[in-house]
């Protein structure tokens, strides 16, 4: 089936890690984006990418970095930089950029920093 | 900057009733708009959307009214069942450094009781 797939589903990470979430789509999508939501929030945009090999800072990209070597892949790292990285992370994905297609997201990865 | 906004955090409704959930935005160079679903720890998923060179348009039990006088986007829920709770986003497109993504409001938490 098509979609977008977000691995894993829950992590856990002490302080002073680097953590990378997987983020994979196989609908040909051009444009990739990473947003995270704490709770009872909206959706903040931290990275973005309308093609391979090239990426965008969102409204929230410090303490964050992203590659984006293939059209299928964007990986999102949470470095040791990011100072309140418990949050929950969606990576969406869509056709074509300007963004005015829909977006279809994954389900999202849960981390938690103990 | 320019952001979305919701006018009501919650809202509770009886089962069968009609539900309305509102939306203020405040780009006028948005063109796009998107209403999505997100029920507790999964993504959010595609409701309906709506260009900026139409006022109205319908699908299978939600319609979408733009108003772009005043900026104003709604959701309109008919027969609300209980699986319509949710928190509901709207999204519009917005030009982010030099491309464009989808920026979401906070969302409105829409409780159906029997």
């Known amino acids: 089936d098509g979609g977008i797939t977000q691995s894993p589903k829950y992590l856990f990470r002490k302080e002073g890690q680097n953590v990378t979430l997987s983020c994979e789509q196989n609908l040909n999508h051009d444009a990739m984006y990473w947003y995270r939501q704490d709770p009872g929030q909206g959706l903040r945009l931290i990275y973005y990418s309308q093609i391979v090999n090239d990426f965008q800072k969102g409204d929230i990209a410090e303490g964050y970095s992203v590659s984006r070597e293939k059209k299928e892949s964007f990986p999102l790292t949470v470095t040791s930089a990011q100072k309140n990285p418990t949050a929950f992370y969606l990576c969406?994905?869509?056709?074509?950029?300007?963004?005015?297609?829909?977006?279809?997201f994954g389900q999202g990865t849960r981390l938690t920093v103990v | 900057g320019e952001n979305v906004g919701l006018h009501l955090p919650t809202l509770s409704v009886q089962e069968g009733d009609n539900s309305i959930i509102n939306c203020a935005y405040s780009n006028s160079a948005s063109d796009y708009f998107i209403w999505y679903k997100q029920e507790s720890g999964k993504g959010p998923q595609f409701i309906i959307d709506?260009?900026?060179?139409?006022d109205k348009r319908q699908g299978q039990r939600v319609t979408v009214l733009l108003n772009k006088t005043v900026k104003h986007l709604s959701l309109q829920i008919a027969a609300t069942q209980p699986g319509d709770s949710a928190v509901y986003f709207c999204a519009e497109n917005i030009r982010e450094n030099s491309g464009y993504a989808l920026n979401f409001g906070k969302g409105t938490s829409l409780l159906v009781t029997p």
């Open positions: 969406a994905s869509s056709s074509r950029a300007p963004a005015d297609t829909e977006a279809f």
């Open positions: 709506i260009r900026s060179n139409m």
